[in-house]
Nanobody, 121 residues
């Protein structure tokens, strides 16, 4: 089964930056619409940002102006650049793709394993 693999999480000071990456475990697969979600302890999972195959983006109000979602279709990778991080951004971040496709095969509603982001002084 093809999966999404996230990387780039870690611990930073408030105001710091991190860049998360999301790629298919099999690089021959193209990624469709990608959503980044996050879930903090004791809270519901929330949508942070999304990007369509054509590069259209949308953001949660809480991250507008601080986070940027982008994609490199040549590398089949989606990024979430996070600047101006705040303690309330602390969460496990997950990427989700509506589909992964390659010649003759497709997977739908694919999730990554999550990557921890901790913002603390």
């Amino acid at each position: 089964q093809v999966q999404l693999v996230e990387s780039g999480g870690g611990s930073v000071l408030p105001g710091g930056s991190l860049r998360l990456s999301c790629a298919a475990s099999d690089s021959t697969y193209s990624i469709g619409i990608v959503h980044w979600y996050r879930q903090a302890p004791g809270k519901q999972r929330e949508l942070v940002a999304l990007i369509t195959s054509g590069g259209n983006t949308n953001y949660a109000d809480s991250v507008k102006g601080r986070f940027t979602i982008s994609r490199d279709n040549a590398k089949n990778t989606v990024y979430l650049q996070m600047n101006g991080l705040k303690p309330e951004d602390t969460a496990v971040y997950y990427c989700n793709a509506d589909r992964l496709t390659t010649h003759g095969n497709a997977w739908f509603d694919v999730w990554g394993q999550g990557t921890q982001v901790t913002v603390s002084s």
